[in-house]
Structures are given as C-alpha cells and as structure tokens.
C-alpha cells in the first residue's frame, strides 16, 4: 500500500483523485445551501404562479397574473415607492452623517472612544427592541409629546406615528438612528487605514484642511463608502422588523415596505401564491441591485478578489 | 487504512445528510405519514395507532393521546382548561392531553404552518366562519354533526351556527358574545346626556353634545383595523338586515345599495371627528390602547366586544367597580331593514381535526357540558354557549350582553371571520381607510368584491 504511494502518480491522475475528496468535503456545505437557500427559492417561484391559500393542492395556476396584479395594486406601488424613498434618504442624510461623525471621531477629541460606542451602541440592540421603544416614544401622548408638553407648559400631541403623512419619516428616523453608528464605524475604519504620510505631504505641499479632505481622504475612503452605500441599499431594500414592530405598515398602509406588504398577505390573508409572487419581485429586485452595483460600482474594489473572474 | 474508514465514515455522514435533508425537503405536501418530532412517547404511540387502526368507531382501552391547541394564554381560562383536561384524564386513565398553548397571532401562524404539513391537531382553537370553510374544503377538519346530535346538552342557536359549514358542525363552540357599546356614565351624566340612544340620529346628537362639553365622544382601535370594522359590520346589519347579510356571504359579493348606505351613514359619524388623537395608530390593548382610553375617562363610548371590561381593567383604573361602566346595544338605524335587537358579533370554538380519536368527541362532549359551561362562564369570563349556563354569568354588564344576545333573532359574524381570511382584511383595511378620511363608501364595497374575485 505505501509502495504505490512513494512513486507520485502523473499529474492528471493525481487531479482525478482528488476529485471525489473535493466533492465529498463540498457536499455537506452544498447541500445545505441547495435544501435551505436554492430549493425554497424555486418553490418560492414555483408558488409564485399559482393561486394558492396554502391548504389545498396546487391546481390553480395562473401565470403571471399574481406579478400583474402586484403592479397594479395601489398599496404595493406604494410600498415600493417607501422602499425608494428610504433609500434615498439614507444615502442623502444618514450616510453623510456618519461619514462627518467618523471624520469628526478621527481628531485627536477628549472622550472620542466613549462617543465611538456610544453612537456604536444602538446598533446593537435588536431591530424588536428599538421598535417597540421608539413606538413609545412616538406614540400619541407618549414620551415625546410628555416631553414637548413639560417644556412648553401647553398641551402637545403630535402624531409622528399616527399621521400618514409623517409616519413614514418617524420610520426613517429611527433606522438612521439604529444603524448610522454601524456606518460610523466602517468609515471610521477606513479612514484609519489612510496613511498620515499622505496628509502629512499635502499639508507640506500647502493644502488646507478641505482640500486635504476632497483629494486625500474621500478617494482613499472610496472603496469603505462604497461597500457602506451597498449595505445601505439592500438593508433599506428588505426592511421589515423595525416597520412590522412599530407601525405595523400602517396607519393606512402609509408605512408599509415590501416586506411588510408581504407577510401581511401570506400572515394575514393566507394567499401565499400572491404573496410568494411579492418576494420574488422583492428577491429579483434586490438581486438586480446588487448585481449592478457589484458590477459598476464595486469592481475596482473587488480587483484581486476571488469573485472576479480572470483573477 | 485510516484514510480509508474516516473516508467511509465521512460518506456515511453526507449520505445521512443527503437523507435527512430529503426528509425535511418534501414536507410541503399533504400527506405526511411520518412523524418528524416524537416529543414524547404517547406521541409515537398515537402515531403508531392512527396508522395501523382501521375500526375508529369504538373507543379503545389503548392509550390514546389528544392534541389540543388552545388561545387562553392566561389565567383564568389558562387554568380552568388545564383542570377540565385533568379531571377527564382523570375518568379516562388511557387517555393523555397534550395541551399547546400559543398567543392568538403566533397560534394562527403556527397553525397554519402545521395544516400545510398535513400535521392537523386532534382539537383547536376556531372562530368559524370563512376559515373554517377554507379548512373544511381542504379536508382538514372531521364533520361531527352526528356525534353532536348526541350530546348530553344542547347549544345556543347562533353559537352552534358558528361552527357549521353548509348545515354541518365541525366543532363545538364554547364562547359566545355580542357586541355593543361600552360607555362611562359619568362622562355621560357630565355632558348632560339622561341615557343610551336609541336610534342612530340621537347617537349623533349625543356625540355631538360630547364634544361640545369638551369630552372625546368615542375611543377608537383603528390601529388594528378590526375594531373599526364592528362600526360598519354593526352599521351595515341594521340598515340592510339579516337576511341581506346572510345573502351577501352566499353570493360573495357586497353589492346591495346597504352597503354603501353603511357607508355613508358612518361617514356622518366620521365627519364629527369623535375620536381621541391618533386614533389610526392606537391599539386596543396595551397602555396605550383603545381600552386603556376608555378606562382613564379620556373618552365616553367604544364599540366592542364583551371582553372589554377585562382588557380595560388590565391596563386602566377599573370603572366598572365604580359602578361607571354603561353598556347598550348598538342603536336602531331609521329606515333600516335590520331588527333592532339583531346583534353582531363573535366568538370562540374548537374544530375536530380529521383524524381525531374518538375519544376528543367525548372529551368536547364533556367540555361542552351544562358543568363545564357554567364555570366557563363563572369562571373564565366568557360567554358560555351551552343552554342552562346562561345563570352562571353575574357581572351586571355582562348579564346585559347575554340576555340581549337571548334576544337577537340572529347574530351576524365579525366580518373579517366570516369570510375568507383574504377578503377579511379587505374588508378591514377598506373601513380603516374610510376612517381615516381618505376613502370614499364605495371604495368598501369595490375592495371587498375584488378581493372576492
């Protein structure tokens, strides 16, 4: 047995063997992966083109008239519509926001790594907690109106929830706050990655603080904003919990996103043909997204990394 | 040597995966013979017994095991439950209850998901109407109309219509209610109001009179959407009447005039603007809940079940104590088809799964007795459904409630229970719209014949 060994096999029969080794090392990891991610995905898409309450047989196909009539449904348009506008403003407001933070929290400042965890800190807590305590918060008659009152001496009661016109921006509120120190900590981390040769040399060179900043630091930060812009998009794409907890989608589906949109009709209306259709709108949506971004705007950063081919 | 077993072993462990995984993969369908979770061993053991017993007729000295699942996560219900199932283990040695308890919300999704599995518990929790109908045309549920025929006792009359599908039961209901409207007689007697209204005009004049001494006339729950649906549900039985309402779950559709009058007839309530601040966001329960509202006095009326003063004393001062607590039924409508003591409402029951033992007819049986009723009611705070318990309820309110649903002539089911769980909340979310200004009667009834399309 060992004789067959000391004389090493060619190459191509050496390859060949290793094959069923790399297969049965793979197969674990690959079949989870099949069972929990792709299978449900085909079922989902599978569903997708039935009418189907979830009880009976799969006999009622109707094609694409679940994705038809998600298009036309007023409710989701405008869930789709709050998707985009969350987007938006996270990429206007909440990420320039952390990046002046970070920039700020990068000085040589007194207490700079107690106010690194304090931002740091909702980010930590769950999306159910953060919910369920800002809906207090926000609540008619609750701790901020209680406060506003107590400030002012009259009587306040401001509806930041229960407005269908402002809920929606209560809702953004509350992410920026839970999640613009976990982006905090991303640029931080960059920009500690920049060389103090670099700014060092621009400041012989004479350059002054905004010039340092727009030529040195926010190329050589690029790459962690990029991936920070990415994360933003996509979590902003799927957000669920937070909504579900403290709005609910409502009042008058004003703040239903995608997701909540979707569990309300396979939860609560048990149609999970339709709803099936809902998530791969959302699945193919947020594929799309990440794929272009991947593409375009990730690519140079990805240069050298296994995902690219030609590496 | 070595390299070669762990080789052989690591083959077996994928190959034990690949089977596991297959086992778990193909659980959609609906006609899972295999257990995947033994809990227990009576669990195997009734496994075992459904699969090899052919004659269900008989009950069996075998030991049998009976799944139920069931809402009351609380005392007392929570308690009086256990102790029926208790004493009839107790008569029953071969017998074991295996009691789930769950939330309302988390027990309809679990429930759900366990009925897509072909996993149906021998009794559960149901509220009839359009979901068990679903759960009837799927082949979920067992027709016990024969075995209740046989019962010891008789049940009320709408209770028992709850639980049928087309002429036939197939389940038992335990809890009956109707609702109306709660009031807090000090506020009234503040605004100068003498009493209840009887008619819908005066109900306006008095929610006028309300407001105009400062008093929020009406608590509402438009936040979770059902509580809004009792106002036109209630609304639209009195104008269009109990044959209409029945029509219009047969024919699927809302297209008799009524109900856009029903509409129209709240739009004028809507317009007063009687609710407290925000109400499109409040809950009912909680501390900042519709019935937390009501029991701080910061409003006068609500429309709601019979579980009220319950929920109100639990997050709120306790007004019935003060003798404060009003209830009347709501108003007749002027030029209405619907008879004035016609009620609205809902409540509670248990459904047989299909291939229940034997032994959980006896077991509904027992539970459904004149004893048991009576400590339902006595007890558990609920409406007992049983004829002869109606004695056991002494709370003045409540005895309101169950001597006017003695009086209804016929009790129109929750509208988003009585249809299928889709149309429901078209229904639901139609009304919460209309009530919040934006919507128009007509979007109602357009939304609720869509959904049923």
Known sequence: MTATQITAPPARQRRARKWPIILALLAPALILYVVFVIFPIGQAFRYSLFDWNGLQPLTDFVGTDNFSQAFEDPVFRGALTHNGIIVALTLLLQLPFALFLAVLLDQDLRGRSLMRLLFFAPYVLSEVVTAVVWRQIFRPGGLLDAGVSAATGEQFQGLWIADPDIVLYSVFFVVSWKYFGFHMILMLAGLQQIPDDLEEAAAIDGANWWQTFRHITVPLLGPTVRVSIFLAIIGSLQLFDL???????????????????????????????????????????????????QRWALSRDLDGAITVRGA | MRTKRSRLML????????????????????????????????????????????????????????????????????????????????????????????????????????????????????????GLREQVDAGLVMDITDAAAGFDSEFNGAAASMMEIDGRMYGVPFDLGIVGVWYNKALFEEAGIDGPPATWDEMLEDVQT????????????????????????????R??????????????????????????????????????????????????????????????????????????????????????????????????????????????????GKDAPPEALEFLEYLSSVDVANRVGGEANLLPTTVGSEGSITDPNLVDVISARGEAGYVQLYLDQAYPPEVGAAVNDSIVTLFSGDGVPQDVVDAVNASWE
């Open chain 2, 239 to 352: 104008i269009a009447g109990a044959d209409v309402m029945q029509q219009a779950g047969i024919d699927e559709n809302f297209n008799d005039p009524a109900f856009v009058q029903a509409g129209e007839e709240l739009q004028r309530l809507i317009d007063l603007e009687p609710f407290q601040p925000g109400y499109l966001a409040t809950p009912w329960d909680g501390p900042d809940g519709a019935a937390a509202v009501l029991a701080n006095s910061e409003a006068a009326m609500m429309l709601m079940g019979h579980w009220a003063p319950g929920t109100m004393s639990a997050n709120g001062p306790d007004l019935a104590a003060d003798d404060n607590l009003g209830w009347f039924i709501f108003p007749e409508v002027e030029g209405g088809a619907g008879a004035a003591t016609d009620a609205f409402g809902g409540g509670n029951g248990f459904a047989v």
């Open chain 1, 243 to 293: 909504v579900w907890v403290m709005t609910g989608g409502g009042p008058v589906n004003a703040s239903n996103t995608m997701a909540t949109y979707l569990i309300d009709w396979a939860f609560r209306r048990f149609q999970f043909g339709y709803a099936s259709a809902v998530s791969v709108i959302i699945f193919v949506l947020s594929l799309i997204v990440a794929i272009a971004y």
């Open chain 2, 11 to 130: 083959l077996l462990t994928v190959l034990a995966m690949v089977l596991a995984a297959c086992g778990g993969g193909d659980g959609g369908g609906a006609t899972d013979s295999t257990e995947t979770t033994a809990g227990d061993s009576e669990n195997t053991t009734t496994t075992a017994d459904s699969g090899t017993d052919t004659t269900e007729a008989e009950p069996t000295e075998e030991p049998v095991t009976i799944e139920w699942w069931h809402i009351q996560n609380n005392d007392p219900g929570l308690s009086l439950w256990q102790a029926v199932a208790d004493e009839f283990m107790a008569e029953h040695p071969n017998v074991t209850i295996d009691i789930t308890v769950q939330e309302n919300e988390a027990f309809k999704q679990a429930l759900q998901t366990s009925l897509q599995a072909g996993d149906v518990p021998d009794i559960f929790q149901s509220w009839g109407g359009g």
């Open chain 2, 210 to 237: 309300l407001k105009d001494a400062g008093i929020t006339p009406i608590s509402l729950a438009a936040g979770d959407k059902w509580p809004a649906m009792f106002w036109y549900g209630y609304m639209a039985l």
